[in-house]
């Protein structure tokens, strides 16, 4: 289990996370979403020990990454594929990883085979990679220690359509298998495939968190008209607090005749009134953190 609890981060007078406290479950998919900058990588590098924090903690089944004797063997970590040593090539990346964890070399040639880098692909150097083959020798290296756990941020960055369901059945896989999966990503309809539990973050603090059947189906009701801020004024005069999303929708936990008949009073024309049961998690992302983000962020 990775526990995030009460977490802090400071910067010289500027919050990146503000006591935020979620876990990741093992055997399960924990998609951890946010709008740029709302404080997700920040939170990954607390975690692996990369980022002190100002206050609260990150564990991996209670220990600090940093207190863990070989972290390689307990949690699988990927947060930046351009950060590889360009010079080497990608046999020599695993080799070195390998070595430092006391592996035997014969899980390089596993991991190359499990990731798809070909044998002249492996002895390439890492600066000639396509920014897909660099994430697959960075999942490759997390992946090398057989851990429990893996940490993971925007890891389908520069994948093909291919290479992006392959990452889903990899992660789902290590999952049904007993594995924590903690996966940042801006791939909204990928998370949705793939996730079982959601966190959404905002302005470095939860604005959500649960399963991912449990927040979508709390999404209530979903609307569009000729002026939706004229709609939301609408439902706020008739006592329905509502939000509106910069995608120009309106979303309410009033029942969908109810926002119909306040639309109707107020002289408001719908363009669309449904339950957002169906709506998707682009739409509840965007619900969710319409006042954290700048127009075009989750896009």
Not at 17 to 28: H, K, L, M, N, Y
Not at 57 to 70: H, K, M, S, Y
Not at 183 to 209: F, K, M, P, Q
Not at 214 to 224: M, N
Request: hydrophobic content about 40%; cysteine-free; proline content about 4%.
């Amino acid at each position: 289990m990775i526990t995030v609890e009460s977490l802090t981060r400071r910067y010289a007078g500027f919050t990146a996370v503000d006591d935020i406290s979620f876990t990741a479950q093992p055997g399960r998919v924990t998609g951890f979403l946010g709008p740029n900058g709302a404080g997700k990588s920040t939170t990954m590098r607390v975690m692996v020990g990369l980022t002190a924090p100002t206050s609260g903690t990150a564990t991996i089944d209670g220990v600090r990454f940093a207190d863990l004797p070989n972290p390689g063997l307990e949690v699988g970590v990927l947060l930046d594929a351009s950060a590889q040593h360009a010079g080497r090539t990608g046999r020599e990346v695993l080799t070195t990883a390998s070595d430092t964890m006391g592996l035997p070399r014969t899980r390089v040639d596993e991991m190359l085979e499990l990731v798809s880098l070909t044998p002249v692909e492996a002895r390439r150097r890492v600066r000639h990679y396509s920014l897909g083959m660099r994430q697959r020798l960075g999942i490759a290296t997390a992946l090398l220690g057989d851990p429990r756990a893996l940490i993971l941020d925007e890891p389908a960055n520069g994948l093909d359509p291919a290479g992006i369901r392959w990452m889903r059945d990899l992660l789902t896989g290590f999952a049904g298998q007993g594995g924590t999966v903690l996966l940042s990503s801006h791939l909204l309809h990928e998370i949705e495939a793939i996730a079982d539990d959601l966190v959404v973050i905002g302005r470095g603090r939860i604005v959500a968190s649960g399963t991912k059947e449990e927040l979508l189906a709390a999404s209530g009701t979903l609307a569009r008209a000729t002026s939706p801020r004229d709609l939301a004024h609408a439902l706020e005069q008739a006592g329905f607090p509502s939000t509106l999303a910069g995608d120009g929708s309106v979303r309410t936990d009033a029942e969908p005749a109810r926002v119909g008949a306040a639309a109707l009073a107020a002289g408001i024309a719908l363009t669309e009134l449904r339950s957002a049961d169906g709506a998707g998690l682009e739409d509840m992302f965007l619900s969710l953190t319409a006042d954290t983000q700048r127009e075009g962020a989750a896009a």
